[in-house]
C-alpha cells in the first residue's frame, strides 16, 4: 500500500468549505516555511501534513469560533519538484528531483541502485521533522522482500547507504539508533 500524499513546500493546494464559498479557494500556495495562511484561522503548517490532516486542523480553527461544525475539503492542484539527496553506496549519487512524494526504492532506483559494496541494511533516511534533524536506519533487503513497507520520502531527505560511506555522526547514530524504520532525534 502506497503511503498517503504529504504536502510539500511550494505545493498549491485547493481547500473548500462547504457551505462557505467566501472560504473556499481554487488555489491556496504553501510558502517556502512550509504554512499556508487561511482566513480566521491564520498561519498553519501545511508541509508533511496529508491532505486529510490539513483539512481536519482547518475544520478545528473554523470550529472553535467561527463555524458550527465545518466540513472542508484539501485536494492537492499540484505539487512543487522537491529534492532528495542521495550518497553513499549508489552507482551515481547526487541530488535527484520529485514531485510530492518517493519511495526509497524509486530514490535508490533514480541513483542507479547500490554498488556491488553496498551494506544494504544499514540505509539512513535523515529528515527535518519539527524543526530537528532525525534519522531513520533502513534495511532495503527486507523492503525487497516485502518483509517492511517501502517507506516514503519527502523533498528535502538525505538518504546515506551503505557502512563505507557514513562518517563521523552517521556512524555514531548508527550504533545509538535504538530501531529500524523509524525517526529518532539525534
Known amino acids: 500500500m502506497q503511503p ?13 468549505v462547504f457551505q462557505e464559498p467566501e472560504l473556499s479557494f481554487e488555489q491556496i500556495a504553501v510558502d517556502a516555511s512550509g504554512t499556508i495562511n487561511f482566513p480566521l484561522v491564520g498561519e498553519i503548517t501545511a508541509v508533511g501534513r496529508t491532505p486529510i490532516e490539513l483539512s481536519e486542523e482547518i475544520e478545528r480553527g473554523l470550529g472553535t469560533r467561527f463555524i458550527r461544525d465545518p466540513q472542508v475539503v484539501v485536494g492537492v492542484v499540484s505539487s512543487a519538484l522537491q529534492r532528495v539527496v542521495v550518497e553513499g553506496s549508489v552507482s551515481e549519487p547526487g541530488v535527484y528531483e520529485i514531485a510530492g512524494t518517493s519511495s526509497l526504492l524509486e530514490s535508490i ?78
Open 4 to 16: 498517503s500524499y504529504r504536502i510539500g513546500v511550494l505545493d498549491v493546494l485547493s481547500v473548500r
Open 109 to 186: 532506483a533514480r541513483a542507479k541502485g547500490l554498488t556491488e559494496v553496498a551494506v544494504d541494511d544499514e540505509v539512513i533516511v535523515f529528515r527535518e521533522i519539527n524543526g530537528e534533524r532525525q534519522g531513520a536506519v533502513f534495511n532495503v533487503r527486507h523492503i525487497r522482500e516485502g518483509r517492511v513497507p517501502d517507506p516514503q520520502i519527502l523533498g528535502g531527505d538525505r538518504i546515506v547507504v551503505g557502512f563505507s560511506a557514513v562518517r563521523g555522526v552517521y556512524r555514531d547514530f548508527l550504533r545509538a539508533a535504538p530501531l529500524f524504520n523509524v525517526f529518532t532525534r539525534f
